[in-house]
C-alpha cells in the first residue's frame, strides 16, 4: 500500500492545484463532471460528458500555454491536446477515428502552438512583434507540412487498396512503402485469379468426352479470357480489370495438350514492362473402355498422332502459379 | 482509419530534397540580398516550406480529378520511379517530360515569390537590406551601385529567380539521374 502511494504521489502532487484559477482545477473539474455523468441518465449524461470533455480541453490548453515541452522545435503538450481536440471532434459518432482526423492532428497542435506563443503572460490575446513572428510561421508551416505527409500515407493506402497487386510488388530492395501490417494479404491478384480459372478450367473440361474438349479448344484464346473475366468478377475492389490481360498458349503433347494460362499485369510494377504469370494445365484423355489401341489418324496440325478415341474422357491437371516473370508473354 | 503501409521512401526523399533546397537558397539570398544568414535562412525556410505545402495541396486537388491512365502514371512514378511507355532511350527526347519540368519551375517560382511577399507582409520588414544595415563594412563602389539602381522589387525577384533556378536544377539532376540508374 505504502509503495502505491509513492508511486502515485508525483502524480497526485502534479495535479494539486496550487491556487485557484490554474488548469489542474479545470482537469480536476472535467474528472469530477464524468464521474457525476457516470450515475446520470440522458440527456443529462451526454450534456455532462460534452462538458467534461470541453473543460478538460480547455485545462489541457492552459497548461500547454505554460509549460509547453519543446522537442526540436516541436511542442509536445500542444500535440496532445491536439489529437484530444481531433478525437473530441470527429471521433465521438463512431468507435473509429476517421482519417481526417489524423490527417488534420498536425495542424490543430500548429495551431495551438502557435496561439501558446501569441498568449504570454495573462489571457489576453496580442499579435506578437514582428521580430516574433517569424518562428510562429515557421512553426505553423511546418506543422501542416506534416498534415499534408499524413494525407499522402491515406492516399497511398486508398491507391493500394485498389490495386492490391501493387502492393505484393514491394520488393526489399527500394520498396516505396514499409508495410506494417503482417496479416495483410501480400499475394498479387494474379495468382487469385489463376487459380480461380485453374478451377473453373477444371470444372469445364474435366471428365468430359474428347471431342467437346477439342471443340472447346478451338476457340481457346476467346474462352480464357472469358475464364479471366468471370474470375475477376467474383473479386472485390475490381478496379484492376482493365489492367490484367488474359492469353493462353496452348501445345500439344502427347496424348493431350498443355495450357498455359497467362495473366499479364498491365498497370504500375517494379519490372520495367510488366509482368505475366504462368499457371500450366495438362488435359489428358484417359480411356473410358477398354478398347482396341486406335491408329485413327490424328487431326491435329502438328505431325504427331493422337491416341484418343472419341470415346476418351479428359482429364485435367493444373500446376502451382509460377513466380512474377518478367515483361509480356510471347504468343504463340 | 486503417493504415497497412507507410509511404517513407518518398517522403524522406522530399525531406532532403527540402534541405538541400534551403541550404542551397539561403545563401544565394544572403549574398544576393544582402540580408544576414540568419534571416536569409528564415527566409529560405519559409518560402519553401509554404511552396512545398502549396503543391502538396496542388497535387491532392489534382489527382482526385485526373482520368485513370494518368493517376497510374503518377503512382508509377511515386512508388516505382519508373514512367510506363518510356525506357531510358526516349527518356532525355521526351517532350512532355520537359515540358512538366518548365512549368513545374515557372509555377514554383511564382509561388515562391507571392510566398515572400506575403511573408514580408506578415514580418512587416523589407527582404532587401537598406543601405544603411549590413553594407557598411562590404566595399562601398560595388554594392551602393547596384542597390541604387536596381529597384527593390526587381532584385527580389531576380534572386528568388536565382535561388530557385540553382537548386531546382540541382534537384532536377538529381532525379533524372536515380530515374536513369533505376532504369537502365
Known sequence: ?332 | MFVSVLPLRAVVLQGLFLVIAIAIESSILHKKLRISRKTSAEYAISINLFSTIVGWLIFFFAQSLLPERLKLQFMNYILFNRLIGIDSNQFFLSLDLMLIGALNFILIFAIEITGLSLLEKILQEQAVASNNSLQSHDSPTRDNFSSKLIPGELRKSTAILAANAVSYSLIFILLLLNLWLKNS
Open chain 1, 1 to 332: 500500500m505504502k509503495q502505491l502511494l509513492a508511486i502515485l504521489e508525483p502524480i497526485i502532487k502534479l495535479l494539486q492545484p496550487p491556487r485557484f484559477s490554474s488548469w489542474q482545477t479545470l482537469i480536476l473539474v472535467s474528472i469530477f463532471l464524468w464521474l457525476v455523468a457516470f450515475f446520470v441518465r440522458n440527456p443529462w449524461q451526454t450534456r455532462l460528458i460534452g462538458l467534461g470533455w470541453i473543460l478538460l480541453i480547455v485545462g489541457l490548453l492552459w497548461l500547454t500555454a505554460e509549460k509547453p515541452l519543446w522537442f526540436y522545435g516541436f511542442s509536445l503538450t500542444s500535440w496532445l491536446v491536439g489529437a484530444l481536440i481531433c478525437v473530441a471532434i470527429f471521433g465521438r459518432q463512431s468507435a473509429q477515428i476517421p482519417p481526417i482526423a489524423m490527417v488534420l492532428w498536425p495542424t490543430i497542435s500548429g495551431a495551438i502552438a502557435a496561439l501558446t506563443e501569441l498568449v504570454k503572460a495573462g489571457p489576453k490575446v496580442e499579435i506578437p512583434p514582428p521580430t516574433q513572428r517569424q518562428k510562429v510561421v515557421i512553426l505553423m508551416l511546418s506543422h501542416i507540412l506534416i498534415s499534408c505527409w499524413f494525407q499522402f500515407m491515406f492516399l497511398t493506402n486508398n491507391w493500394l487498396r485498389d490495386y492490391p497487386s501493387i502492393l505484393a510488388d514491394n520488393r526489399s530492395q527500394g520498396a516505396f512503402a514499409i508495410n506494417i501490417d503482417r496479416q495483410k494479404d501480400c499475394t498479387s491478384r494474379g495468382i487469385t485469379i489463376l487459380n480461380s480459372m485453374g478451377t473453373r478450367l477444371t470444372a469445364e473440361l474435366d471428365k468430359k468426352p474428347w471431342p467437346t474438349v477439342e471443340q472447346w479448344l478451338l476457340n481457346a484464346s476467346e474462352k480464357v479470357t472469358a475464364l479471366g473475366k468471370q474470375a475477376m468478377q467474383k473479386l472485390p475492389d475490381r478496379k484492376e480489370e482493365a489492367l490484367w490481360n488474359f492469353a493462353v498458349n496452348v501445345t500439344s503433347r502427347e496424348p493431350g495438350y498443355n495450357l498455359q494460362l497467362l495473366a499479364s499485369w498491365q498497370g504500375p510494377s517494379s519490372y520495367l514492362s510488366g509482368y505475366h504469370l504462368k499457371k500450366s494445365c495438362q488435359i489428358l484423355p484417359t480411356q473410358r473402355l477398354p478398347i482396341a489401341p486406335s491408329s485413327s489418324p490424328s487431326q491435329s496440325k502438328t505431325a504427331t498422332t493422337s491416341v484418343a478415341s472419341p470415346s476418351a474422357l479428359s482429364q485435367v491437371k493444373c500446376g502451382p502459379v509460377s513466380q512474377p516473370i518478367s515483361g509480356q508473354p510471347k504468343s504463340t
